[in-house]
């Protein structure tokens, strides 16, 4: 614990004054931090008591390592990349499945039993077990993807990397996120939630605030709403439709398969939800 109060005093320090990063120990702080990140020892945020803390100097750490770490070229195979972060080693002894064409930076942790198929995870990111980043998905700097997650074709996950502090896109545990979805700008998707293709998840182009957390629905069907939250309750059920053919949202019965609400002419907006 002690080792690790050091590591992010002198990490905050050299972010507020980058001259000391001429200092060999404080060069290693930056080192250690980004080497604990890619173990999973440390993440960028983290869930307390229900709500989400972000560790702001673990974000100064990742920006700082861009600085003092040069450009190195690799082979792999018949391909030569020149960059600044190397691609994650040992996923055998991680447990970790990365199909041929996928991306994974050092820097980023994915738990054991997740898959990687061709898409990318950058650094700072967390993919959690059981969870599959499908073909050309992409989880971005720092963003936090829980459990048994399902990133499905397309997705894309902004990163987040300035101003530390600021909220990263974070997809909870157990949700279905459709194909060519966009998750940017500090969104929050919570828990078991489910979004039908092509959804857009970002705060408004005015500088509002982040949009509201995308919940799951307490009645028999787990929805996923931009504007409001259904109850369970018939007038719930009405808003949440509404919104849904607003920002078209799939909804997935208990058991049954991911369907797309009824336009609002089809009588999307009429009877009982579920």
Known sequence: MNDLVEMEKRVAAAFADRTKLADADVRGAVLKAVHALDRGEIRVAE?????????????????????????????????????????????EEMGVRVVPGAV???????????????????????????????????????????????????????????????????????????SRCIIVEGTLVEEDAVLGANVVRARSSSGAAPPPPTRRCRSTRRCATSRSRCDGSRGGARRAHRSAVRHPVAHRPRGGALRRPRAAGAGALRGRHG
């Open 47 to 91: 869930k307390k008591d229900g709500e989400w803390k972000v560790n702001a100097w673990v974000m100064q750490a990742v920006n700082l390592y861009f600085g003092i770490s040069g450009y190195e070229v690799h082979d792999y195979g018949p391909f030569e990349t020149r960059d600044k972060v190397p691609l994650k080693k040992n996923l």
């Open 104 to 178: 994974v930076r050092y820097g980023s942790f994915v738990a054991p039993g997740a898959v990687v198929l061709p898409g990318f995870v950058n650094i700072g990111a967390r993919v959690g077990t059981g969870t599959m980043v499908d073909t050309w998905a992409t989880v971005g700097s720092c963003a936090q993807v829980g459990d048994n997650v399902h990133l499905a074709g397309g997705v894309g996950i902004g990163g987040v990397l300035e101003p530390p502090g600021a909220r990263p896109n974070i997809i909870e545990d157990g949700c279905f996120i459709g």
